[in-house]
């Protein structure tokens, strides 16, 4: 059974940063692309980033375009995403997303981020 496992969410003032992780395991299949993803409270579950996991090249939602950087380390099948200039719009549960290669997508368990002075 594949595991998602994020890490690193927590309470950060306006303006700071937290690096989120995300460790697959249990994975007997390739990886085609590894992403994060958000919900607000009250809110829809939105799009922030994703990462091709064969060529590292990147796609990010316009409003963390410049603050959020998503990486990947493939030996280590994890995923993160720096977060910097935080602000308190981007409170909410971050979830870790992997679609396989041949099509099946796979959830974590999300990690709470809190933005708050």
């Known amino acids: 059974q594949v595991q998602l496992v994020e890490s690193g969410g927590g309470l950060v003032q306006p303006g700071g940063s937290l690096r989120l992780s995300c460790v697959v395991s249990e994975i007997i299949f390739s990886i085609s692309k590894m992403g994060w993803y958000r919900q607000a409270p009250g809110k829809e579950r939105e799009f922030v980033a994703i990462i091709n996991w064969s060529g590292g090249s990147t796609y990010y939602a316009d409003s963390m375009k410049g603050r959020f950087t998503i990486s990947r380390d493939s030996a280590k099948n994890t995923v993160y995403l720096q977060m910097n200039n935080l602000k308190p719009d981007d409170t909410a549960v971050y979830y870790c997303?992997?679609?396989?290669?041949?099509?099946?997508?796979?959830w974590g368990q999300g990690t709470q981020v809190t933005v708050s002075s």
């Open positions: 997303n992997l679609i396989s290669s041949y099509g099946r997508t796979y």
